[in-house]
């Protein structure tokens, strides 16, 4: 069976963990291959909610195998307190596997996030201050901790201390911080080390394996195009690759094995931290649709920022991670906007662009191009069909679907894991 990729189609917080919840049983696999816990996936089963900032969102739906690949970076502390939270909740946490070639977050680079984001001052990139970037960087310098080596006390307490050999002359010498010990350091990664070796496995051989024996993978991106360290609006981004083919190298997975590729577009657009944002909206309308979408982050209870959607990007995200099908959530948010903007092309000095910039410095002074569609002022959350919506909301779906060149399959009308109309299957069916 082939594999199946998930991914933001925008600046993140689009819902991906709704996309997952509508694949359902027929996924056995869910497979988070990028980023860390600075970014967050809520989830609402009933009345309960839950926000997963490290697991993959599978983890919640019985049967399915939760997988932390390669190309994640993690935070041993938030692991398990995520794990003890959903025990808690009564939920099977026992079938999660991490992969021994996945990277550690040290305390150490945590310090380094924070103390450097404040030192940027006004040219600051807008970080969560989790540690992601520096331990992505270790990876990159090669002086990296890695989750095998918790087992090998010898290499873990070398490694630490190269590594503290330097960074502790940056917190001292620049940032006027105290060192920090090398092994309170090794102490604390060792203290998680019984527990976590159960879970720890090679996830890129046992990935292959369930692709051939008949299973179905899904690779669940973090974060999303526009924060993709090479495809993103840089250095605005994250430190890793969350398009389709970040699931390649993050997950050991050829690309020969992916199917489809399923994209989530919120019918509007919001982003976290700095950056441009063409539709961006500083007004009543803008704290509207934040109130009606509930736009804060899961991991920071950061406002976020809120615009119009742009489908300028969503062509631009069709592009790169060659989707196949779109999901879009939050479409009842729009319920009570008499008119509706999209932004469907930019003014950059005088001249109208139809796609994404080549430059970053053009983009930056974009302005948006609307066209307006009028608004339905009627609630969609009961509606389980596309012909059930008021015909103003068919048409805000079809032009949509129509600017950026991909069907949207499924429509989000709600929180709730039901609340969703399913318009082609999603696993191509």
């Known amino acids: 069976m082939p594999a199946i990729v998930l991914v933001g189609a925008q600046w993140g917080d689009e819902g991906k963990g709704k996309a997952t919840d509508l694949l359902g049983d027929r996924i056995d696999y869910v497979v988070k291959f990028n ?14 909610k839950y926000a997963l900032h490290l697991l993959p969102s599978g983890i919640l739906t019985p049967g399915v195998t939760p997988v932390i690949a390669n190309g994640v970076v993690i935070d041993l502390s938030v692991l398990f307190t995520e794990l003890d939270d959903l025990d808690r909740r009564g939920v099977d ?3 999660l596997r991490v992969s021994a070639n996945a990277h550690i977050i040290p305390p150490y680079n945590t310090v380094l996030d924070k103390v450097a984001e404040r030192f940027l001052g006004s040219r600051k990139i807008g970080t969560t201050g989790r540690g992601i970037g520096p331990t992505y960087a270790d990876k990159m310098s090669r002086v990296g901790i890695r989750v095998q080596d918790l087992y090998d006390e010898s290499i873990l307490r070398q490694k630490v201390g190269a590594a503290l050999d330097f960074k502790n002359q940056v917190l001292a010498k620049i940032y006027n911080r105290r060192a920090i010990e090398a092994d309170r350091v090794v102490e604390e990664l060792l203290s998680y080390a019984d527990r976590l070796a159960p879970m720890v496995t090679d996830t890129s051989l ?5 692709l051939d024996a008949g299973k179905t993978v899904l690779c669940e991106a973090g974060q999303a195009t526009l924060l993709d360290v090479d495809h993103g609006t840089y250095p605005y981004v994250t430190s890793s690759n969350a398009t389709s083919g970040g699931a390649c190298t993050g997950a050991g997975l050829p690309p020969t094995r992916i199917d489809r590729v399923i994209a989530v577009l919120k019918a509007f657009t919001t982003r976290v931290g700095e950056g441009p944002f063409p539709t961006e909206l500083h007004d009543e309308v803008g704290d509207r649709l934040r109130e009606l979408g509930q736009e804060f982050g899961t991991t920071t209870g950061r406002p976020r920022r809120v615009g119009w959607l742009d489908v300028v990007i969503g062509r631009y995200a069709a592009r790169i991670n060659g989707v196949s099908d779109f999901v879009m959530t939050k479409l009842d948010n729009l319920d009570t906007f008499e008119q509706i903007p999209v932004c469907v092309a930019y003014d950059i000095n005088g001249e109208r662009v139809d796609e994404m910039p080549t430059s970053q410095s053009d983009f930056h002074h974009a302005r948006p191009i609307y066209e307006y569609l009028p608004g339905w002022c009627e609630d969609i959350s009961d509606c389980r069909t596309f012909e059930e919506l008021p015909p103003r909301c068919q048409e805000y779906v079809l032009f949509v679907e129509e600017q950026i060149g991909a069907r949207i399959s499924a429509i989000g009308v709600g929180p709730g894991r039901d609340e969703i109309i399913q318009r082609y299957p999603l696993t191509g069916e």
């Open 93 to 95: 946490t026992s079938l």
């Open 206 to 210: 046992e990935i292959s394996r369930a």
């Open 35 to 48: 980023g860390g816990n600075n970014a967050g996936h809520t989830v609402v089963i009933g009345d309960e």
